[in-house]
């Protein structure tokens, strides 16, 4: 069993609708990462938490320490919003990040 | 400064081969890492340099991959007698500390035929 699972590994949704990516971790953590990966490759940082919910535009983070969970949630999605979202740990002694799988989505207009 | 970057963007080479990769991190990022990332997966770690010293590595990184940071600023990885498993994106990130997250490259896509 992988440190970090997310799901689902492929999403399509329709322009407009939410949308939401569930990551779970066995682990103990000091911060979890949200990522986006478009085509080609570079990776840009989503959010950072450490606790409670983060939001920026139509992203939102939230964690539950407790249930070692986190979700990413895209409001009134757009095809710009097409990527692999991957979630990872930072395990903060460990001096490395751990990554989930990701999760393909594609937003279709 | 313009973030992290990596050269290559893309290397094809023939198996056996040597290849070697550049990254440079953002310049106050004292702290640097090179993960491997194969298709439909998520990145695996390779190995951290903290300044110039190697702090960590994988077990995934074997005799035949070499990395160094000689004055704490860019990075090489290189591969030698490249395999077709070698094929993947070699990612580059680099941080002040794990506290405020980290920054990465764009990838050098390596595919050995």
Not at chain 1, 26 to 42: D, E, M, R, T
Not at chain 1, 65 to 90: G, M, N
Not at chain 2, 48 to 54: I, L, R
């Amino acid at each position: 069993k992988n440190e970090v699972e997310q799901s689902p590994q492929n999403l399509t949704a329709q322009e407009g609708e939410f949308i939401t990516i569930n990551c779970s971790y066995s682990v103990g953590i000091s911060a979890l990462h949200w990522l986006q990966q478009h085509p080609g490759g570079g990776i840009v940082s989503l959010f950072m938490l450490s606790s409670g919910k983060k939001k920026h535009g139509r992203l939102i983070a939230t964690i539950n320490i407790q249930e070692k969970h986190s979700s990413l949630h895209i409001t009134a999605s757009h095809p710009r919003d097409s990527a692999v979202y991957i979630c990872a740990v930072d395990g903060g002694a460990t001096n490395k990040l751990i990554f989930g799988t990701g999760t393909l989505l594609a937003v279709q207009p | 400064d313009t973030g992290v970057s990596q050269d290559p963007r893309h290397k094809i080479t023939k198996r056996g081969q040597n290849v070697t990769f550049r990254c440079d991190p953002i310049s106050e990022h004292n702290r640097l890492y090179w993960y491997r990332q194969t298709l439909g997966q998520g990145p695996e770690f390779l190995t951290y340099f903290q300044n110039e010293a190697q702090l960590e590595k994988s077990r995934l990184l074997s005799d035949r991959f070499s990395a160094e940071r000689p004055k704490g600023s860019f990075s090489t990885l290189e591969i030698q007698r490249t395999e077709q498993g070698d094929s993947a994106m070699y990612l580059c990130a680099s941080s002040v500390g794990a506290s405020y997250g980290y920054t990465f490259g764009s990838g050098t896509r390596l595919t050995v035929v």
